[in-house]
């Protein structure tokens, strides 16, 4: 393989597959929660914008596709639609027929480099994935938009990546550590080792009480989506660690039971499943944990989704409901490596004993 070639995983590779369907079909379809096209909801597509090492460049989706220089407005080359949708095809059959961790596509590239792309990700220092404009038929306007892309061609994406800046720190209360205890508990080493160090912590009375998120920024963008939202998340996560369960909808039902903000309930509302479904929405279409959020949304258009049958589908800001419904229904949070995000064991700080937690999302599918 040349140094030279373009290679990516198949989350990365769907990414172009995104582009290449999109100016093929021209049309951006809505689904519902059930990840089905909505057939009376869609955006047809006037152009793509990618922003390329050797400047940016604009694909107007017509009878023909054109290619145009951004900063010129020169067009640069002209190519039929069949052209794309013959690409779209071989590179979905690329991306399944490969059982490469990461793998690259001679043919496809040769196309990319063609049509002036020579990357996979326009640019990887954003939330969104691809940038489109589109004509709203409610509205009778051109928005250009950003989409984050989740592919589920490959391994189930992430919604947040853990690293140490989602580690939660809980206090140990009430337990009588001694150093022997600590290193005994510390050194539990089976598969699931973290959930067997805190059933022994609370087996000798040790209760673990939240403190505070380890990475501030990340503590304070929570705060400003709920003020109570870092004590919600540290509560699913002792449950998730417990091994009661690891869907997002399932830990939110254990936690409506339990109740540890001491919300009013009696009227049905629903208080855990509204907050975390904002975070999730927030997380999706913008927010990391070591950037100051402030509210702004990056993808402003909402995410695409890229099915296992190729279907390219998408949850608009607009229809904010079934996007939020898909998120609660097909996320679950994943144990982490404690070893390199730095939890799980048993720490000193005063004479005070602590406990951290990770935080990773991930797509079910």
Excluded at 83 to 107: C, H, K, M, T, Y
Aim: glycine content about 6%; proline content about 2%; some cysteine.
């Amino acid at each position: 393989m040349s140094e030279d070639q373009i290679t990516g995983n198949k989350g990365e590779w769907s990414e172009i597959y995104v582009f290449f369907k999109l100016l093929a079909n021209g049309v951006l379809h809505a689904a519902d929660s059930e990840l089905k096209k909505i057939d009376e909801i869609y955006y047809p597509i006037i152009k793509i914008i990618r922003e390329e090492i050797r400047g940016n460049w604009e694909y107007y989706r017509n009878s023909v596709i054109r290619v145009v220089n951004g900063e010129t407005n020169e067009t640069v080359v002209k190519l039929p639609v069949e052209e794309f949708e013959n690409n779209a095809v071989r590179l979905l059959e690329e991306i399944r027929g490969s059982s490469a961790r990461a793998f690259a596509i001679p043919l496809i590239e040769t196309f990319m480099n063609s049509i002036e792309v020579y990357a996979i990700k326009a640019n990887p220092q954003e939330k969104r994935d691809i940038t489109i404009m589109v004509h709203d038929l409610g509205t009778g306007v051109d928005p250009t938009l950003g989409f984050s892309i989740k592919s589920q061609l490959g391994s189930p994406s992430t919604l947040l990546n853990a690293s140490r800046s989602t580690n939660f720190i809980y206090k140990i209360e009430g337990a009588g550590l001694s150093d022997e205890l600590i290193e005994e508990i510390n050194n539990i080493n089976t598969k699931s080792k973290i959930r067997d160090r805190l059933h022994k912590i609370e087996e000798i009375g040790g209760d673990l009480k939240f403190i505070k998120a380890e990475n501030e920024t990340f503590e304070l963008n929570l705060k400003l989506i709920d003020s109570r939202m870092a004590e919600i998340i540290s509560e699913i996560l002792l449950d998730f660690f417990r091994g009661k369960g690891s869907k997002i909808y399932d830990l939110i039902e254990l936690i409506k039971e339990r109740n540890p903000c001491s919300f009013i309930l009696d009227h049905s509302h629903p208080f855990y499943e509204y907050k975390i479904k904002n975070l999730l929405s927030d997380i999706a279409l913008g927010m990391i944990p070591t950037a100051v959020w402030d509210g702004l949304i990056d993808a402003t258009g909402g995410i695409i989704i890229v099915r296992e049958d190729g279907e390219v589908l998408c949850y608009h800001i607009y229809n904010k409901n079934e996007f939020q419904d898909f998120l609660l229904k097909n996320l679950k949070l994943e144990t982490s490596s404690s070893s390199r995000h730095d939890y799980g064991k048993i720490y000193e700080e005063n004479s005070e004993y602590y406990f951290k937690l990770n935080l990773q999302i991930r797509f079910i599918k």
